[in-house]
């Protein structure tokens, strides 16, 4: 079945939230043919357009929307970039054109050619390896799926390289564990001048971290992005449509213009917090030690603190201050806080040292981390936001609601069933577990 052309826009704009939520110094997003492509990325190094390549526009479940290069065309930074050093990673969304074509198309190096460091495309064999070719290099690399879309991780740390493809570990020979890998500067992006080492291939996005080594949890979570979350949103909106009696399906989130799709795109965001405020859910919940802004054991922040400690980013519920020992039973003494903002953004204020913070988080494609229930009661709420656009009927708002509330105290239920026997209180006191 062919994939809608609006939901690769939406799935590429989650892959770039996700991408970009870890911060890279460069990050380009090939879309079209242009005279420059701007650099998403905190290095704002911008890639002028060499040569003539053209918008690739796929079909079917492999789509990918990018740079198709040809022969002479490339991309090249005005200057070098940062070098890789023995520690970077690099991502990049890539889908080979053809499987035949014996020869090496570069995708990220140094020029000349002939002495080039980077990664590369050996077309013979789908084979993407990094290469140095004055000192060491990894005759191994990983193998692309033919004429799939696919994301290529490369995470060096300290000259050990784990390659990945589509977000899981890809194991390669000894050959490529090395100990030393030589600094080179990159400049260049795509194929080589020469039409003999061209890179026949579309490239959507590519990202770039000069001394950073991803976590493999990093990696995997950007290809989840990558096709899941416009059609997994979608389905949620549809559901609260379906839930008011609406029998025209949307099929985009972003695109369509009737009084369902301009509502739901205004109230989505809404009932996706309030849900995911509703409840600790298991999906969303996170830990976190606090970096320790205001106040020591000797001089209170204020009157009412002792210290002031920033929140972790995208906290949308502070849950808990953590006192050592609890294990999460419920703790009559539980430290006290409270939640405020200064100039740089929210703090929390407690009488804890060291403090550790259970809260929850607003993932970025929250469709496609949260479970069945989850999804079920925002399409709920969804629904009772749209009632006045929609239906007109207010009883049918207290009717949505109710049945978003049940839905939240059935996931309740059932992750009290799935914890360990001490943990299934989540923190109630005595007086409620024991009715």
């Not at 043919?33 to 701007?38: N, R, V, W």
């Not at 060499?50 to 991309?75: H, K, N, Q, W, Y």
């Not at 993407?128 to 696919?150: D, E, H, M, Y």
């Not at 026997?421 to 989540?426: E, K, L, V």
Request: charged residues 15%.
């Amino acid at each position: 079945m062919d994939r809608d052309p609006q939901s690769l826009t939406e799935d590429l704009r989650a892959y770039d939230d996700v991408v970009l939520a870890l911060d890279p110094q460069h990050y380009w997003k090939l879309l079209e043919t242009s005279s420059t492509f701007a650099d998403s990325g905190y290095g704002n190094k911008a890639l002028t357009v060499t040569g003539a390549p053209t918008r690739g526009v796929a079909t079917g479940l492999t789509d990918i929307l990018g740079v198709t290069f040809a022969p002479e065309s490339s991309l090249a930074a005005a200057t070098p970039l940062p070098a890789t050093t023995t520690t970077f990673s690099i991502l990049v969304l890539i889908k080979p054109l053809h499987d035949y074509v014996d020869a090496v198309g570069l995708i990220f190096g140094s020029e000349p050619f002939g002495d080039a460091t980077g990664l590369q495309l050996t077309h013979a064999t789908r084979q993407v390896t990094w290469t140095t070719v004055t000192g060491s290099n990894f005759s191994a690399g990983l193998i692309l799926p033919k004429r799939q879309t696919s994301l290529v991780g490369l995470v060096v740390t300290a000259g050990v390289p784990q390659w990945s493809l589509n977000g899981v570990p890809y194991d390669t020979d000894a050959a490529s564990v090395i100990t030393t890998i030589v600094t080179q500067t990159p400049d260049i992006f795509g194929s080589n001048v020469a039409n003999t080492t061209e890179l026949r291939a579309t490239v959507s996005r590519f990202a770039y971290f000069p001394g950073v080594a991803l976590t493999e949890a990093e990696v995997a979570a950007v290809w989840s992005a990558r096709f899941s979350c416009h059609t997994q949103t979608l389905a949620v909106v549809n559901r609260a449509l379906a839930h008011l009696g609406q029998s025209r399906a949307l099929t985009s989130v972003s695109a369509d213009t009737t009084p369902a799709g301009v509502a739901a795109r205004l109230h989505y965001n809404t009932a996706v917090d309030a849900i995911l405020r509703a409840w600790a859910w298991p999906f969303a919940n996170r830990y976190a030690a606090l970096t320790l802004v205001g106040g020591t054991s000797a001089t209170a922040v204020n009157s009412d603190w002792q210290y002031s400690y920033r929140t972790p980013d995208r906290l949308l519920r502070a849950i808990r201050v953590i006192q050592p020992g609890t294990k999460r039973a419920h703790d009559p003494n539980a430290p006290p806080f409270r939640v405020e903002q200064d100039a740089l953004g929210s703090l929390l204020f407690t009488d804890q040292e060291d403090a550790e913070l259970e809260y929850t988080v607003r993932p970025t494609c929250v469709a496609l981390q949260g479970d069945v229930l989850f999804r079920e009661a925002v399409s709920w709420y969804l629904a009772s936001l749209l009632v006045p656009t929609l239906s007109k009927h207010e009883e049918t708002v207290q009717f949505c609601l109710a049945m978003a509330d049940a839905t939240v105290k059935r996931a309740q239920a059932s992750a009290a069933n799935e914890e360990e026997p001490q943990n299934t209180n989540r923190n109630d006191p005595d007086w409620i577990t024991g009715r």
